[in-house]
T-cell receptor, first 108, second 112 residues
Framework: GIQVEQSPPDLILQEGANSTLRCNFSDSVNNLQWFHQNPWGQLINLFYIPSGTKQNGRLSATTVATERYSLLYISSSQTTDSGVYFCAVNFGNEKLTFGTGTRLTIIP | DAGVTQSPTHLIKTRGQQVTLRCSPISGHKSVSWYQQVLGQGPQFIFQYYEKEERGRGNFPDRFSARQFPNYSSELNVNALLLGDSALYLC???????????FGAGTRLSVL
């Protein structure tokens, strides 16, 4: 079946470090979004990136649609970056299929 | 502009009861989707409505139902609650059926 897998599942870093989160998907996608879920459960939009590269401050993302993966880069991590990061894809139907998530913990 | 708003924020019910959750989309958005997120997992798709018509349904039992009103707000109803229905219920809106989705803060439902 259709799958969206993220790695690593857990990541613990010191404040100031850089990180790369990966999302692999099993089929061609129409839509790919990266979210940060804060401790209160709010899903915050980071990027809408079905292909190409985008940057927003310390965050950037790259999707290589032909190779079916996306990467989220976080530079100079801050404690407020802690939380769970999800990628979610749309395979041409109405729903977003979420990945397994990466739990990021930034230690002061 | 206001984002996606959901009410209530928290809810406690007992097994067998019925619950109604509400969602108001971002102004101008005509599509509303509902997702269930149980602890430790990613959100799972329940329904999508676009222009007041159901456009998609996830793998959930018939106890789950939804509707969209003329002002594009939406309600999710769950009948005969089970302990396993305890979860964070998220609503998302988008301007078109397959466009970028924006999520509300969710309703946390506890079934005792």
């Amino acid at each position: 079946g259709i799958q969206v897998e993220q790695s690593p599942p857990d990541l613990i870093l010191q404040e100031g470090a850089n990180s790369t989160l990966r999302c692999n998907f099993s089929d061609s996608v129409n839509n790919l979004q990266w979210f940060h879920q804060n401790p209160w459960g709010q899903l915050i939009n980071l990027f809408y990136i079905p292909s190409g590269t985008k940057q927003n401050g310390r965050l950037s993302a790259t999707t290589v649609a032909t190779e079916r993966y996306s990467l989220l880069y976080i530079s100079s991590s801050q404690t407020t970056d802690s939380g769970v990061y999800f990628c979610a894809v749309n395979f041409g139907n109405e729903k977003l299929t979420f990945g397994t998530g990466t739990r990021l913990t930034i230690i002061p | 502009d206001a984002g996606v708003t959901q009410s209530p924020t928290h809810l406690i019910k007992t097994r067998g009861q019925q619950v109604t959750l509400r969602c108001s989309p971002i102004s101008g958005h005509k599509s509303v989707s509902w997702y269930q997120q149980v602890l430790g997992q990613g959100p799972q798709f329940i329904f999508q409505y676009y222009e007041k018509e159901e456009r998609g349904r996830g793998n959930f039992p018939d106890r789950f139902s939804a509707r969209q009103f003329p002002n594009y707000s939406s309600e999710l109803n769950v009948n005969a609650l089970l302990l396993g229905d305890s979860a964070l219920y998220l609503c998302a809106s988008s301007p078109l059926a397959k466009n970028i989705q924006y999520f509300g803060a969710g309703t946390r439902l506890s079934v005792l």
